[in-house]
Nanobody
Framework: VQLQASGGGLVQAGGSLRLSCAAS????????MNWHRQAPGKQRELVAS???????NYADSVKGRFTISRDNAKNTVYLQMNSLKPEDTGVYYC??????????????WGQGTLVTVSS
């Protein structure tokens, strides 16, 4: 599965962006689809995830501002980011986790898209 992230850019604080992650294969068979980010000089962190059943989970720092969603028909995952803050700046990566019937997990990663929030 290849993942292609897009939608990043430069935005002022308080603005919005919507990131997209298009998969070359089916995302409906994934266990979860996730967005991570890596700020300059910091470790990559999980921002939001959505399971195959539609359950979502968010990092405390983005709760109430970010929304993750998936369109299985389009094999695309979205991250709607509102009320952006300068600390949201970073490279955002989409990730798909697939688990085989034998319980072996595989992670696929997109190339990342840069989000820059100016103050």
């Amino acid at each position: 599965v290849q993942l292609q992230a897009s939608g990043g850019g430069l935005v002022q604080a308080g603005g919005s962006l919507r990131l997209s992650c298009a998969a070359s294969g089916s995302i409906s068979s994934s266990e979860s689809m996730n967005w991570h980010r890596q700020a300059p000089g910091k470790q990559r962190e999980l921002v939001a995830s959505i399971t195959n059943s539609g359950s979502t989970n968010y990092a405390d720092s983005v709760k109430g501002r970010f929304t993750i969603s998936r369109d299985n028909a389009k094999n695309t995952v979205y991250l709607q980011m509102n009320s952006l803050k300068p600390e949201d700046t970073g490279v955002y990566y989409c990730n798909g986790r697939y688990v085989t019937i034998w319980g072996q997990a595989y992670d696929y990663w997109g190339q990342g898209t840069l989000v820059t929030v100016s103050s």
